[in-house]
């Protein structure tokens, strides 16, 4: 196992520094700030210190600092200078008093810094001293003042343009791109679709980000560097359309045999490496020894409670104990021992199982847990059990029950997926783990709650279809600081994620919340069970969908990213909407069904942010809850649609992944910046999809007696929980998208100066003869007929500040 040698600063030791900061900190230090810098100096020559020889005057020293005025996150620039009888040998800064910050400079004419956070008005002051060829010293001190501020960016403009558009004042330049070599020889990304091994390219369709910091060097581990780390990316799906020459073929129903290999290896995980030279321009290190693909052919481990049962049995592992890759990836996460997870969302869609045909040989068991995971599909979505060649790679698509009974056939294929999977970033010889003690459904969305020394860690998830359920796995172990510097980061994944207690979420009409456990043996999961016999613990993990019905969940509108506010520690969730959603199943936590024109579908069609408290740590079985906001066009009915009266900065449909800024600068401290990006269709009419950023984020409870709110949908009521409204000044809208894309994974730097986003599947509608999208080439110019790829970008305030403020 590769070993990378840790920096001074290790997961655990960031960590302990925010909570530590947090506490010494709290009356002073919030997510953004107001800072203005005073225009009249207290010049400190003879008043503020200094010394001089009798006869020989000190110098004497002036400072001015730009701009004057200012919100926090933002650079300002002091300057310098000092006259002298004599020659004037150095200037130097330090900082005497008020909130914390780095100078960029301690020598010279000129140094800046970033205006911090504060909570309170506070003053800062910058000691300016100039010394002489004699050792006389003049001083200038220089007062700043800091109070709380708003966010720092006009409203970007709904909009249709084949393009992303961003904020006046920031940059944008794509980083990695679908196809993008990551490996030395491999060639460049032609993009006509003659390409092909895509082990050492960039997968397809962008979801899930994680940024983890290396060292500058490449060959250690340094989670505070802001300037090179390795990019944790899913891939949840493909455009088949733009990877082949004239689109996919099969000729007499087979697929060619390099089409599907193609098509199979787009699809995974990747991490590359990258780097930021001089003036903070950003590229990935193709050569990098650390630069990985992780896809559907990669061997993993099953690990956790169904490893070794017949569940998942197969030609392939006939002791159901490996597997073989991952697919259908949406958000990703990273864990408190420095390794990735990610979720398995679309994956019953690539089987093979014609229910004509199949049916007949299933029992009523089988056929109950089919249908509820949705793997009816004739053909599969690709037909890549048609492949022209042999090979169980090919066959494991073919989920019939052909064979003389499991493990000879791949009817339990299926079985193998649906599961969270764990990448270690900074190891490429760690096997990959399946761990199937958190349930297998169709993980949407994932975090991994930051771990707190004493508690047990939690894992909160999402399964992404409609009416599906919101879950939390809760280790058996509590979290020990010292894990988070092993060396050995998937044993201590083994160590927390293998044994726990798997929870699903009830909400209540008076914005109460309780997690239900998933165990074989209580509240009906047993083999006496009438709507599914459960035989073990196995058994319910494996049909989790299944026990979640058992226990009368609540039905979500489609549950997809969630985070966490660790300035607050609730959970925002991101509900992306839900066409079958009418008024006689409505529910407190999903309370609209609705028409939204041009479409006559009745439904929640443009989502809501959903928030959650604990009434403890992750060990809780009790929650509280309110809706953060209800996505909606600014023009629909204020009393029962736009019920958070969202105008035309901030409106917003189809919530698909909620972030927030990282602690540790500005916008990540006590209202830390919040991300909501969509992936949304019922608004496509109006704009295309789009990221805002809030401030904060409110806090569960913080409308008061108006948080109890009756919802009328068309004569039938529905009792709710609503947050407070956010008005422009706490959300809007920060960017828009190219044609046809959604905006998925995000994640910043640690010092918030650059901003990495996902941009998933521009122009996928279209044809390689007709692309619907020209997006990325075309963000700096013409590009007519150039095939669209997903990509990553990155974002950065032009003055160097901080992304948001």
Aim: glycine share 12%; with cysteine.
């Amino acid at each position: 196992m590769t070993d990378l040698t840790r920096s001074a600063h290790t997961i655990g030791d960031l960590i302990a520094r925010r909570y530590s900061r947090r506490d010494a900190l709290r009356g002073s230090a919030s997510a953004a700030a107001m800072t203005v810098v005073g225009g009249s100096l207290l010049a400190a020559c003879g008043g503020g210190g200094g010394n001089a020889s009798p006869g020989d005057p000190a110098p004497i020293v002036t400072a001015t600092a730009t701009p004057t005025t200012t919100t926090a996150g933002n650079r300002i620039t002091i300057a310098a200078s000092a006259t002298d009888n004599g020659t004037v040998t150095g200037i130097t800064y330090v900082q005497v008093s008020g909130a914390p910050v780095t100078l960029s400079a301690t020598t010279g004419g000129t140094t800046s810094f970033i205006a911090p956070a504060v909570a309170t008005v506070s003053t800062i002051v910058i000691r300016v001293t100039a010394t002489d060829n004699s050792g006389n010293t003049g001083v200038f001190d220089l007062n700043v003042t800091a109070s709380p501020g708003v966010l720092g960016f006009a409203a970007v403009a709904k909009n249709r343009d084949d393009r992303v558009t961003i904020p006046a004042g920031y940059s944008i330049a794509t980083l990695v791109a679908t196809g993008d070599p990551i490996a030395a020889g491999t060639a460049a990304y032609a993009n006509n679709g003659s390409d092909g091994d895509f082990t050492t390219r960039i997968g397809d369709h962008a979801a899930g980000f994680v940024y983890f910091g290396l060292t500058a060097a490449g060959t250690g581990i340094d989670v505070s560097n802001s300037a090179r780390g390795l990019l944790a990316i899913s891939h949840e799906g493909i455009t088949q359309a733009y990877l082949h020459p004239a689109g996919p073929t099969a000729p007499g129903g087979t697929r060619p045999t390099a089409e599907v290999v193609k098509e199979i290896e787009a699809h995974g995980v990747s991490i590359v490496d990258a780097a930021a030279a001089a003036g903070n321009v950003w590229s990935r290190v193709q050569d990098s020894a650390l630069n990985r693909r992780v896809t559907p052919n990669t061997a993993v481990l099953l690990n956790g409670a169904v490893k070794g049962t017949a569940n998942l049995q197969t030609a392939f592992s006939t002791d159901g104990t490996a597997g073989r890759g991952t697919i259908g990836n949406a958000q990703l996460g990273a864990t408190g021992w420095g390794t990735a997870i990610a979720g398995e969302e679309k994956w019953a869609r690539y089987f093979r199982r014609p229910p004509a045909s199949d049916d007949a040989r299933r029992t009523a068991k089988e056929l109950t847990a089919l249908r509820r995971y949705g793997i009816t599909g004739t053909d599969g979505l690709y037909g890549w059990a048609t492949a022209a060649a042999a090979g169980s790679q090919y066959a494991r698509w073919d989920a019939q029950a052909t064979g003389s009974g499991a493990p000879a056939d791949y009817r339990n294929e299926p079985n193998q997926f649906g599961w969270v999977i764990e990448v270690d970033p900074y190891d490429k010889a760690a096997s990959v783990r399946k761990r199937t003690s958190l349930g297998r459904f169709a993980h949407a969305g994932l975090l991994a709650y930051p771990a707190i020394v004493g508690v047990k860690p939690g894992v909160y998830m999402t399964d992404g279809g409609q009416d599906e359920y919101l879950y939390k796995f809760v280790s058996n172990t509590a979290w020990a600081s010292a894990d988070a510097a092993a060396t050995d980061r998937m044993a201590i994944g083994d160590k927390y994620l293998d044994t726990g207690t798997l929870y699903v979420a009830k909400f209540a009409a008076d914005g109460t919340g309780s997690w239900v456990p998933l165990t074989f043996g209580q509240n009906g999961l047993d083999a006496a069970n009438t709507t599914f016999s459960f035989t073990d613990q196995a058994d319910v993990l494996v049909h989790a969908r299944l026990a979640g019905d058992v226990l009368q969940a609540t039905k979500m509108d489609r549950p997809q990213g969630l985070a966490a506010n660790m300035a607050t520690g609730e959970i925002v969730l991101a509900l992306n909407g839900n066409d079958a959603r009418n008024a006689a199943n409505t529910n407190p936590a999903n309370p609209r069904a609705y028409v939204d024109p041009p479409s006559a579908q009745v439904g929640n069609r443009n989502g809501h942010v959903l928030r959650i408290k604990e009434t403890g740590t992750t060990e809780a079985t009790a929650f509280t809850w309110d809706v953060y906001a209800f996505g909606a066009g600014a023009d629909l009915d204020a009393t029962n649609i736009n019920v958070s009266a969202l105008d035309a900065t901030n409106d917003f449909s189809g919530p698909e992944g909620i972030g927030f800024a990282k602690p540790g600068n500005p916008a990540g401290t006590s209202s830390p910046l919040m991300f909501i990006r969509t992936d949304d269709a019922a608004y496509r009419d109006v704009t295309n999809n789009q990221m805002l950023v809030g401030l904060g984020g409110g806090l569960v409870g913080d409308n008061g007696t108006a948080a109890a709110k009756t919802i009328n949908n068309s004569g039938t009521e529905q009792a709710t929980r609503l947050g407070k409204p956010p008005v422009p000044a706490a959300l809007r809208r920060f960017l828009v998208g190219p044609n046809e894309a959604a905006i998925t994974g995000v994640d910043t730097s640690p010092d918030g100066r650059t901003l990495f986003v996902n941009v998933q599947h521009p122009g996928e509608t279209g044809s390689a003869a007709a692309p619907t999208s020209n997006w990325p080439a075309n963000q700096s110019g013409a590009a007519a007929g150039v095939r669209p790829r997903s990509a990553t970008i990155v974002i950065q305030r032009t003055d160097g500040g901080i992304i948001g403020l």
